[in-house]
T-cell receptor
Framework: GNSVTQMEGPVTLSEEAFLTINCTYT??????LFWYVQYPGEGLQLLLK?????DKGSNKGFEATYRKETTSFHLEKGSVQVSDSAVYFC?????????FGQGTTLQVKP | KAGVTQTPRYLIKTRGQQVTLSCSPI?????VSWYQQTPGQGLQFLFE???????NKGNFPGRFSGRQFSNSRSEMNVSTLELGDSALYLC????????????FGSGTQLSVL
């Protein structure tokens, strides 16, 4: 079946460091790909999405490119802030539902 | 525009009891999905409702059930609670379904003692 694999966390960075969170997927067909973020005590919020190969999703300085050849959708940000500390989930759409990765905790220190 | 509202925020139950969780979607959204979040299993899909009909169902036992009302509000019920049902239950709404942007509520934290 379809699945999503994310890099293990936690990831700890200093403010203004470059961020990469790896995400790879296994899927039949052409799913849409998503990054969701969860702040402490809250539900998930959509960060960005891409619906077809080579699409780049971007939002709030975060970017991810849908790479069909490597089945990847890595999340990047050039300069992280303390306020980016959260849990990040990669997900793909399957008929009627999203399949999520395990989540990667990001901690940004001042 | 009000967001997705889930009630109650916290719930403590004992094994064998049953529980009902409520979700009010964003106005105009007709699709409501439910997910279970645990540290060990992560986020797992329970079911999705659209216009009062269950369209999709995850791999959970029959103790987990849900319904959607004509105003799109949804409830999920868990009967004969087990310790392993302790989790954060998240509801998400969207206009037409999960391929579009999902708007999540803050969840109901269920503890089974």
């Amino acid at each position: 079946g379809n699945s999503v694999t994310q890099m293990e966390g936690p990831v700890t960075l200093s403010e203004e460091a470059f961020l990469t969170i790896n995400c790879t997927y296994t899927a039949t067909g052409y799913p849409s790909l998503f990054w969701y973020v969860q702040y402490p005590g809250e539900g998930l919020q959509l960060l960005l999405k891409a619906t077809k190969a080579d699409d780049k999703g971007s939002n709030k300085g975060f970017e991810a490119t849908y790479r069909k050849e490597t089945t990847s959708f890595h999340l990047e940000k050039g300069s992280v802030q303390v306020s980016d500390s959260a849990v990040y989930f990669c997900a793909l759409s399957e008929t009627g539902k999203l399949i999520f990765g395990q989540g990667t905790t990001l901690q940004v220190k001042p | 525009k009000a967001g997705v509202t889930q009630t109650p925020r916290y719930l403590i139950k004992t094994r064998g009891q049953q529980v009902t969780l409520s979700c009010s979607p964003i106005s105009g959204h007709r699709s409501v999905s439910w997910y279970q979040q645990t540290p060990g299993q992560g986020l797992q899909f329970l079911f999705e409702y659209f216009s009062e009909t269950q369209r999709n169902k995850g791999n959970f036992p029959g103790r987990f059930s849900g319904r959607q009302f004509s105003n799109s509000r949804s409830e999920m019920n868990v009967s004969t609670l087990e310790l392993g049902d302790s989790a954060l239950y998240l509801c998400a709404s969207s206009l037409v379904g999960p391929r579009e942007k999902l708007f999540f509520g803050s969840g109901t934290q269920l503890s089974v003692l």
